[in-house]
């Protein structure tokens, strides 16, 4: 599966942003996604991940009530609904593919990375 990441950029705080994930080659339908971020000097942390069908999810601490992650199965895309923006959120921000839930070294295949560069 090749993951392809958009829709990162600069926002002030309090702001809002949308990330997308678009996945080709093996239908992704058959795993969960999940986005990943890493802030400057910091390990890769996990962020939010969705089943298969889309009917849940899960969420770290830091973005629960914020953030939204969702899919649409027929276009084999991810998204990341980020809302209420904190300067703390600034980081890359990757997708990924697999069977795992909040590790990162239970996921496959990973996209490019799109940065999130949040303004206080």
């Known amino acids: 599966v090749q993951l392809q990441a958009s829709g990162g950029g600069l926002v002030q705080a309090g702001g809002s942003l949308r990330l997308s994930c678009a996945a080709s080659?093996?239908?992704?339908?058959?795993?969960?996604m999940g986005w990943f971020r890493q802030a400057p000097g910091q390990k890769r942390e996990f962020v939010a991940v969705?089943?298969?069908?889309?009917?849940?999810?899960l969420y770290s601490d830091s973005v629960k009530g914020r953030f939204t992650i969702s899919r649409d199965n027929a276009k084999n895309t991810v998204y990341l609904q980020m809302n209420n923006l904190k300067p703390e959120d600034t980081a890359v921000y990757y997708c990924?593919?697999?069977?795992?839930?909040?590790?990162?070294?239970?996921?496959?295949?990973w996209g490019q990375g799109t940065l999130v560069t949040v303004s206080s």
């Open positions: 990924a593919v697999g069977l795992g839930y909040t590790s990162e070294f239970e996921y496959e295949n």
């Open positions: 080659g093996r239908t992704s339908s058959m795993y969960r």
């Open positions: 969705v089943s298969r069908s889309g009917s849940s999810s």
